[in-house]
């Protein structure tokens, strides 16, 4: 998986937006303003995803590719190699998608309805 498809599957969930808070590198995905992926152009490709504390945990026994998240709180996000010859395109999109449920789920009622009314 390259930056740009990465970029192109996190920006086509619903709502989903992207911008450079932090620096001129790291771009930021939200939805309704919560950051469900973090990523940049820098090698090794990594992308950083926010997910359920026991999953996070799963994973990363389970995938040498997945480490506790750079600059993150390590309990909630996870930094996925997106370099690596083990984990497929079709992995890391599933770990994104569970990144997104996880935001989603996570939002007001309210929220919810308003993400999905624009659509």
Not at 65 to 84: A, L, Q, R, T
Request: glycine letters at 2%.
């Amino acid at each position: 998986m390259t930056f740009e498809s990465l970029d192109l599957y996190c920006l086509s969930k619903v709502g989903a937006e992207a911008s450079y808070p932090f620096d001129e590198v790291t771009r930021v995905y939200k939805v309704r303003g919560k950051m469900f992926a973090l990523s940049s152009e820098k090698r090794p490709l990594t992308v950083n995803l926010k997910c359920d504390p026991l999953y996070a945990l799963e994973l990363r026994s389970l995938y040498d590719e997945v480490i506790p998240g750079y600059h993150m709180n390590k309990k909630h996000w996870n930094s996925v190699i997106v370099d690596s010859d083990t984990l497929d395109d079709e992995m890391i999109k599933s770990f994104i998608d569970d990144s997104y449920s996880f935001i989603v789920t996570k939002l007001s009622k309210k929220e919810q309805a308003l993400l999905y009314q624009k659509n």
